[in-house]
């Protein structure tokens, strides 16, 4: 079971700020359901991975918080998925004398059909495998719709 307060203090330590706050706060002002997970996306930065966006999950919803937007930027998407695309990696990035591997994943969730309205969530660091596990989760392959 999701335990979204724990994901929710994790984004939190990748990004202590008020911003991200008054973003959720908006958000679930407009929201007509509970949030019953938070995952984050993270992109590599000149220093390492930085948190870049925040999907949020309901029984109904994506909710896609910006962080990269100078205002409080969301959107909300039904959850109908028809198209689930996973794409593995690594980068290696070289900071100062020191080398550092990190590992990579892109899962873009085509939610209409027809249409190229898309959630695609990154995650750059060094446990892939839990972050896949909680989009997994939250987020399962039987999402994805019959044509």
């Known amino acids: ?10 984004i939190h330590a990748l990004q ?9 706060r908006a958000v679930r002002e407009f929201s007509p ?11 590599m930065g000149p220093e390492g991975p930085v948190l ?5 999950i309901s029984d109904s ?3 896609d918080l910006h962080l990269g937007s100078p205002d409080l930027e969301f959107d909300f ?10 794409s593995l990696g690594e980068v290696t990035v ?10 990579t994943a892109q899962i873009q969730l085509l939610y209409l059909a027809g249409v190229s309205m898309q959630v695609v969530l990154t995650y750059v660091g ?8 909680q989009v997994r989760e939250a987020i399962p392959i039987k999402a994805v719709l019959p044509a």
């Not at 202590?16 to 973003?23: C, M």
């Open 1 to 10: 079971m999701t335990d979204i307060k724990a994901q929710l203090a994790a």
């Open 16 to 24: 202590p700020s008020a911003r991200f706050e008054a973003l959720f």
């Open 33 to 43: 359901e509970e949030f019953r997970a938070a995952l984050p996306s993270t992109q």
């Open 52 to 56: 870049v966006r925040v999907l949020l």
């Open 61 to 63: 919803y994506f909710i």
């Open 77 to 86: 998407a039904l959850r109908k998925v028809h198209n689930y695309r996973v």
């Open 94 to 103: 070289k900071l100062k004398e020191e080398e550092r591997r990190y590992q």
């Open 126 to 133: 060094l446990d892939r495998a839990t972050w896949l596990a």
